[in-house]
C-alpha cells in the first residue's frame, strides 16, 4: 500500500474515533450512572453499556429527566464516536422530546450540537449558538461550523476549565491550519481531561506533520507514543494500522 493511502486508511480509522467532549450537565447522579463514568474511564465499554441501560431505568422509574437525558446524550456521544450513525439518529427524538419538556438553556444548547452531529447540519450550530452563554461555548459552536479559527480567538488563555472542549477547539484548528503548536496545545489539553484517544489522534496528527517536513526520526517518535496510548487503550487494531504507516516512512 502505498504512504498515501495508508496515511488515508489512518485517518479514516482514526477520525471515527477522534475525542469529542461529553454532553454534560452538573447535577446529582445515581450510583449506576456513575459505575456507567467508571467503566468508561477504564474502556469497559461492555460493562459501561450496561451500566447505562440499568441508569436510564433508574431514572425512569422516579421520572427524572435530567437524568434520561444525560444517559441519553452520553449513549448518542458514545455511537457518534463509534461511526454508528444510526444508532445515534435512532435517539435523537428523545434527546429533542427530553430538551424541548426541560426547556433548560444548557440542555438545549448541547442537544443542539449533538443534533448538529448527527444530522451534519449546521441550523442546529447556530442554533446552539443562540443558547451559548460564554466564550467556551460560543467557541465549540464555532469550531463545529469549521471556523475555528475564530474559536481559538474567543479562548481565554489563563483559563483551563473544561480541557476536553479546549483540547477539541485546538485539534479543529490544527486540522484546518496544519499547525504543530495546535496540535501541541491540543495533546495537553487531552491529557488534562485523560483522553487517550485524544491523545493518540493528537499524536498521529504531529507524526504526519514530522513525516511531512522529512523529519522521520521524530515522526517516528510520536507515531510510537500514539501506539502505546492506543495500546494501553486496548485499541490493538489502531495501534497496528499506526505501526504499518511507520514502515512506509
Known amino acids: 500500500m502505498s ?48 451500566a447505562l441501560d440499568l441508569a436510564l431505568a433508574d431514572y425512569h422509574r422516579i421520572d427524572d429527566l435530567y437524568g434520561r437525558w444525560r444517559i441519553q446524550s452520553l449513549k448518542t456521544k458514545l455511537a457518534l464516536g463509534a461511526s ?10 428523545e434527546l429533542m422530546e427530553l430538551s424541548s419538556q426541560l426547556n433548560d438553556r444548557k440542555v438545549t444548547y448541547q442537544t443542539s450540537i449533538l443534533l448538529g452531529r448527527i444530522h451534519n447540519d449546521d441550523e442546529y450550530f447556530r442554533r446552539a ?15 463545529y461550523l469549521g471556523e475555528p479559527h475564530k474559536a481559538v480567538q474567543l479562548l481565554d488563555p489563563d483559563d483551563q476549565d473544561m480541557p476536553d472542549n479546549r483540547a477539541f477547539i485546538f485539534y479543529q484548528s490544527g486540522i ?10 491540543a495533546l495537553g489539553y487531552y491529557r488534562a481531561a485523560r483522553d487517550y484517544r485524544g491523545v493518540a489522534d493528537s499524536l498521529f496528527r504531529l507524526a504526519r506533520i514530522s513525516a511531512d517536513n522529512t523529519d522521520v526520526e521524530r515522526a517516528r517518535q510520536y507515531a510510537d507514543r500514539a501506539i502505546k496510548a492506543l495500546e494501553a487503550g486496548n485499541r490493538p487494531e489502531n495501534a497496528r494500522i499506526i505501526r504499518n504507516w511507520v514502515l512506509t516512512l
Open 129 to 143: 449558538m443562540n443558547h451559548a452563554s460564554n466564550r467556551l461555548e460560543q467557541a465549540m459552536v464555532y469550531a
Open 84 to 93: 454508528q450513525l444510526g444508532a445515534a439518529r435512532i435517539l435523537a427524538p
Open 3 to 50: 504512504r498515501l493511502l495508508t496515511t488515508m486508511a489512518v485517518i479514516s480509522i482514526l477520525s471515527g474515533c477522534s475525542s469529542t467532549p461529553v454532553p454534560r450537565i452538573a447535577s446529582n447522579i445515581s450510583s449506576t450512572e456513575q459505575n456507567a463514568l467508571n467503566a468508561l474511564m477504564l474502556q469497559n465499554m461492555e460493562e459501561a453499556g450496561r
Open 176 to 185: 484546518a491550519s496544519g499547525s504543530i503548536e495546535d496540535f501541541n496545545r
